[in-house]
Structures are given as C-alpha cells and as structure tokens.
C-alpha cells in the first residue's frame, strides 16, 4: 500500500497497539498471541494496527491483511531511546514489509551520540520510499522530525522524557499546537483511555488517534477498576 492509501485508510479513526513486553501477562514467549488482539481489533473495525517486534509484525498482517505500523523495542547502554533505536531495527522492519516504520525522535541521548537528524537521513538515504512515523514527546521535536522529512508525527513520547515533563504540556495541547504549525499527520497517541478523549485528539487536528493499554492492555485496565473501588483512581 502507498502512502497516500495508507494515509486515506487511516485518517479520523483509532488505530489499535497490540503489544505485549516480556514483562507483562499477555507475553508468551513460544508464539505470541497479540494476532488475537489484532483480529478483536479487526473486527471492532481499525483500520491498521500498531505493534512491536519481528514477530508480531508477520503474525499480525497474515491474521489480519491490515496495514502494520512497526517498531521494535530495544535497549542499548549509553541510550536513552529504545523505540527502533538503529539502523539494525529499521532493517529488521523493512525486510518483513512493514508498513510504516515507527522510532523514537525526540531529543533524548542516542547511541553513540548520533543525532536524531542524522538517523533519519540515514535511514532515508538507504530505504528512499520508506515510510516513517516520528515518535516524538515536545513540540520542537515534533517540528524538528517534520523539517528532517518523516511522514507522520506521533505524540507517543509526550510525558515519558525529561524534556517533555519539563514542558509541562498535554497531549492534547501538543496535538492541537502540531496540528497548526506542521503539514504532515499528527497521530495522537498516549495515556487515551476513554472514548471521548479519542474525539478530543480529532477534534483538536489529530489526523487519527493510536490506543493500546485502554483495549489490549488487560492488566492495566483491570487495576484501573480495582484502583477506582479502593477511591485511588487519578
């Protein structure tokens, strides 16, 4: 699919994150179960679903036929990003034709001291029809990755780097703000958890909007309930 279709397929809906860590309960290290996920997402009606790894990025597109926005997780010493971090993850994405490539590009300490500038024209001077979402946590990053030339904007990172907490700034206030100043899709993504807050992020200029622990998440659904009826929920 290109990138105008992927585009007209995803624009105004919800994209789902079907993703499991080694540390969570729904990560099962002989086969993954996240195709399972993507299939109840499927049928809820997303358009495309948002994973990470190798794995899950075969076993999601030969369940589902829906277009896949990759990543893969992977820590490095001396790193502050771990979202598809090098060029090692990029190739990995590439090989099973991933759709859109997702990876960090905030401004936090990479590997080696690259810049987030340089990586990215790396990456697109070796893979030139390659189709990138920025994974971004303020809006200088934001506008930075757009002048570096990605396809899409994405709030992911908003309140989990220094700089961003700093900022002090919500994701809806970063969407809004992005979505005037760039003219290239802003994916709303990170901490949605009801629907209204899904038309929030559309209304605000989100181009679409990602949501993963609110659907696929079930350990951190359940403690939001259990939390509620202790009178701790935030």
Same mark, same amino acid.
């Given at each position: 699919?290109?990138?105008?279709e992927?585009f007209?397929v ?6 789902v ?5 080694p ?12 195709y399972?996920?993507a299939?109840?997402?499927k049928q809820?009606?997303?358009?495309a679903?948002r994973t990470n790894?190798?794995?899950d990025?075969v076993a999601i597109?030969?369940?589902t036929?829906l277009?896949?926005i990759g990543?893969?997780k992977?820590?490095y010493d ?8 090098t060029m090692k993850e ?6 099973v ?5 997702a990876?960090d ?21 070796k893979y030139?029809?390659?189709v990138l ?11 930075? !990755?757009?002048?570096?030339? %990605?396809?899409?904007v994405g +709030?992911t990172?908003?309140?989990?780097t220094e700089?961003? @907490? #700093? /900022?002090n700034?919500?994701n809806?206030e970063l969407?809004?703000k992005?979505?005037?100043?760039i ?18 992020m559309?209304?605000?200029? !989100?181009f679409?909007?990602? %949501?993963?622990?609110?659907? +696929? ?8 309930? @259990? #939390? /509620?009826a202790?009178?701790?929920?935030k």
């Amino acid at each position: 699919m290109k990138k105008q279709e992927l585009f007209d397929v995803i624009k105004g809906n919800v994209i789902v994150s079907c993703q499991a860590l080694p540390d969570e309960p729904l990560y099962v290290e002989e086969k993954s179960i996240m195709y399972l996920m993507a299939r109840a997402a499927k049928q809820a009606g997303t358009p495309a679903i948002r994973t990470n790894s190798v794995r899950d990025v075969v076993a999601i597109k030969e369940e589902t036929g829906l277009p896949i926005i990759g990543l893969i997780k992977a820590n490095y010493d001396n790193s502050d990003v771990y979202i598809t971090p090098t060029m090692k993850e990029v190739d990995q994405l590439v090989e099973v034709n991933t759709d859109i490539i997702a990876l960090d590009c905030t401004f936090s300490k990479r590997l080696n001291d690259t810049s987030i500038n340089t990586f990215i024209r790396e990456i697109k001077e070796k893979y030139p029809d390659i189709v990138l979402m920025a994974d971004i946590s303020t809006y200088e990053e934001g506008v930075n !990755a757009y002048k570096c030339g %990605v396809d899409l904007v994405g +709030t992911t990172m908003n309140g989990y780097t220094e700089q961003s @907490i #700093d /900022a002090n700034i919500t994701n809806l206030e970063l969407v809004s703000k992005l979505s005037k100043e760039i003219s290239i899709p802003v994916i709303a993504e990170g901490r949605i958890h009801y629907p209204n807050q899904v038309r929030e992020m559309l209304d605000a200029g !989100a181009f679409a909007v990602v %949501v993963g622990g609110a659907i +696929t998440r079930p350990l951190e659904i359940a403690k939001r309930f @259990i #939390d /509620a009826a202790k009178g701790e929920l935030k």
